[in-house]
């Protein structure tokens, strides 16, 4: 622990976060314990029609698509040689691997029995459930993530000679962990695909799986940009000048690509929509909403991005990142929440219990922490001096 | 040689989850096996007396209900199976007057619980049951997420040993050679049990003998990819609460797709970005053997020009040389000279 950190430490014990943070740190506690006695009836609203709640429609729907932001920087980093974004590589892999270790975290709480997590993989494999695919690639990834992070951890230990041979697995690393994002993003959404009966049409397709992959680049690139922004002030003072000078350069760059990403997105909805010809749906109640999340969500920061690039006005391209993320998590939200179960009566739809927000609140809360733990000692938003000039 | 490893390890990994995928895709349609048994619903005969429900809860042992089975005032709410509850009948008025239906698992020919369950904990026997393996269930629930008749139930309130509950066709009595509990204690004959194959027969019978009684469709014959729980009724399926747009796609078939990607990711995904990434790596070698080569034809070209250089002030110099010893020869020999003149005038004036 250098002196500088303590030193803020200390002079900002009681901020409103630090506040905030620990009240929630609490009220998580005493919800995970109600949790493992009582029982997942006794802090959720989960019922026999709703089986999955926000633990699994933010923790871990959200969580791994806004995590995407480490597999589309270091493959535009590594696999398409824009070498620009480098500075960006390490805040979005150690983002993403907390991600994911919050994401298998916060599923203790949501599955029935925790300790078995491990069965799928090394017990009895079920093959044929795209929630294997998913768990099994989660678990890989997970494992590429944290190898992909170490060498910031030994270069703060000082451990050159491993640090070195992780670095030299840099490329391979990379594409092991496309290949895995692309498999798990996207099975994410065809674990729908199974049930046509009761997720709305408008949001039901072949293509769920397309969809989510598209969407989660969409994410990755509007998360690398918010997420700088929300660590710019915090941080400021640990950012060297390589990541400082890059910053705008990488805003602008991202910004672009979403812009295209998201202009896509929309496209293959609206081809989805016309191949399962659906549009008489767009005049009902769940038309209305769709249409929001279409046009407000996904249409509007498409365009805000353009504009924002054109202009180079990084404001624009700040709001439109925000705006996505958001839509995002809109999108998840419908898929596992709002419109599954479409077809029972409003008194049979599920709404989340204050304990279920409670851990979802715990959750990000620790993930911030953890953040905040990590890069005010790690060599992430600045290369460490002995490795300068490498790559 | 380490990339190679782990692209390896990889496409292992993407080969264990390819395997059983191309085997199912490979033949889908077996169709159900020979002895598959079943169990033949009959919604004309139906009462709604319950005691079908009262013989689950004995037989599998279930605690006891809110309202005492011989109360049928519960047949006012809509109710469905929970985990207390294997089965329920529930009244539905339709055009033809009250008609009662009686749920239950459909024991699907290729069930979605099964195909979606990550550690396998169901699984389609071939006598007819869809079973439930506890021991290795995790809770999940992807199980009730996919089953398109909202059956399996969990226990939410068990903290440590939660499992999902559903009617197991009483699989533990079919292997004594006994009756299921509810089809041997309906009144009415309400519910025939039999092998599938021949329930289907019965049930076309009905309908044709008397196609006044009943509409032309033996629900669960091929919906979801086909049950063995089936349903005869007098009135259209939807008005007892049943959904008519399952369509007739099981839910393997439904999920194929997105399995049949796997492997095409896995196998495909390197080799592309493996390309890209060579495409990028030449692109920045080209741009790198452009950047030496300019360097060095800038520096030949400035090599050149400071060598003309040189020699344009070699030559300069040269003239200039030239000059200043022509000069200083000319100013040598006039000096040289001088002298004799001075000499030869001082001469004169001593003469
Ligand atoms: S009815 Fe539901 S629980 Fe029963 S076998 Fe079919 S999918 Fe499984
Ligand atoms: S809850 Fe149990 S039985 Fe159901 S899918 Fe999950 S692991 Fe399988």
Redesign the pocket.
């Known amino acids: 622990m250098s002196v500088d950190t303590t030193a803020v430490e200390k002079k900002s014990l009681f901020t409103p976060f630090n506040i905030i943070a620990t009240i929630i740190l609490i009220a998580g506690a005493i919800v995970t314990v109600m949790r493992f006695t009582g029982g997942l009836g006794a802090v959720t609203n989960l019922d026999q029609n709703n089986p999955w709640g926000i633990w699994i429609g933010f923790d871990l729907m959200c969580g791994v698509a806004l995590a995407a932001g480490g597999y589309t920087t270091s493959a535009a980093c590594y696999v398409f040689g824009l070498k620009k974004y480098h500075s960006a590589v390490r805040p979005a892999i150690l983002t993403a691997f907390l991600g994911y270790a919050l994401v298998v975290f916060a599923l203790h709480y949501d599955v029935g029995q925790p300790w078995r997590l491990t069965y799928p993989l090394f017990v009895q494999n079920g093959t044929t459930s795209l929630l294997f695919e998913v768990g099994l690639c989660v678990f890989l990834y997970l494992t590429v993530l944290f190898i992909e992070f170490t060498p910031a951890l030994f270069e703060w230990l000082g451990m050159t000679k491993i640090r070195n041979i992780v670095v030299k697995l840099t490329l391979a690393l990379t594409i092991m962990g496309v290949v895995l994002s692309t498999l798990h993003q996207s099975s994410l959404g065809a674990l729908f695909t199974i049930a046509p009966s009761k997720l709305h049409p408008l949001w039901y397709s072949q293509y769920l799986p397309v969809f989510f992959f598209v969407s989660s680049i969409c994410a990755g690139l509007s998360m690398v940009i918010f997420e700088g922004t929300l660590s710019h002030k915090p941080m400021h003072h640990l950012m060297d000048e390589e990541y400082l000078n890059n910053h705008d350069g990488l805003i602008l760059g991202f910004g672009k690509a979403a812009s295209l990403v998201l202009f896509g997105y929309f496209s293959i909805k609206v081809i989805g929509l016309a191949y399962d010809n659906n549009w008489h749906y767009l005049t009902t109640g769940y038309g209305a909403w769709y249409l929001v999340e279409m046009l407000g969500f996904v249409a509007l920061p498409s365009f805000l991005y353009a504009i924002g690039v054109r202009d180079k006005n990084i404001t624009v391209i700040k709001w439109a990142a925000g705006l996505t993320v958001l839509g995002i998590i809109v999108n998840r939200f419908n898929i596992s929440m709002v419109a599954f179960n479409y077809q029972l009566p409003s008194a049979e739809r599920y709404w989340p219990s204050w304990g279920e927000i409670t851990i979802s609140l715990f959750v990000v809360t620790i993930g911030v922490l953890v953040f905040r733990f990590i890069s005010t000692r790690m060599p992430i938003f600045h290369e460490h001096p002995d490795y300068k000039e490498e790559h | 040689m380490l990339r190679r490893t782990f692209l390896g390890l990889l496409g292992a990994a993407g080969a264990s989850v390819a395997l059983p995928v191309s085997a199912k895709a490979g033949g889908k349609s077996f169709g159900p096996h020979p002895d598959t048994l079943g169990v033949l619903f009959d919604a004309t005969r139906c009462i709604g007396c319950r005691k079908c429900e009262l013989a689950c809860n004995e037989v599998n042992e279930l605690p006891a209900p809110d309202k005492k089975f011989d109360d049928l005032s519960v047949l006012d709410t809509k109710r469905r199976t929970d985990e207390k509850t294997l089965t329920v009948v529930n009244k539905y008025e339709s055009s033809k007057g009250s008609v009662f239906r009686k749920m239950q ?4 020919l290729e ?4 195909s979606a369950c990550f550690v396998k904990a ?1 699984k ?1 026997e071939h006598n007819g049951p ?1 079973s439930y393996d506890a021991s290795v269930c995790v809770g999940c629930r992807y ?1 009730m997420v ?4 909202e ?2 139930a969990y226990e939410y309130d068990e903290p440590l040993t939660p499992r999902v509950m ?2 197991t066709m009483c699989a533990p009595r079919l292997a004594e050679g006994k009756l299921p509990g509810c089809v041997e204690r309906c009144p009415k004959e309400a519910l025939t049990f039999g092998l599938r194959k021949d329930l289907i027969k019965i049930a076309r019978a009905r309908i044709t003998t008397y196609p006044d009684r009943y509409v032309d469709h033996i629900y669960g014959e091929t919906e ?1 990819g086909g ?1 063995s729980w089936m349903y005869i009724s007098g009135v259209p399926f939807s008005e007892i609460g049943m959904r008519e747009d399952l369509g007739t796609k099981s ?1 393997p078939e439904l999920t194929a797709g997105a399995l049949a990607a796997v492997p095409i990711v896995v196998g495909m995904w390197p080799v592309l970005l493996g390309g890209i990434y060579a495409v990028s790596k030449r692109k920045d070698k080209i741009a790198n053997d452009e950047r030496v080569a300019a360097v060095k034809d800038a520096l030949t070209r400035a090599g050149e020009e400071a060598e003309k250089k040189l020699h344009d002030e070699l030559s300069k110099a040269d003239v200039a040389n030239q000059r200043r010893i022509e000069v200083e020869v000319k100013k040598a020999v006039e000096e040289a000279l001088a002298p004799k003149e001075e000499e030869a005038e001082t001469n004169e004036e001593e003469s």
């Open positions: 698992c459909n024991h699907c069930p979605a619980c099964a169901f389609k869809v199980c996919a089953c398109p008749f059956i399996p559903k009617c979801m049950t839910a």
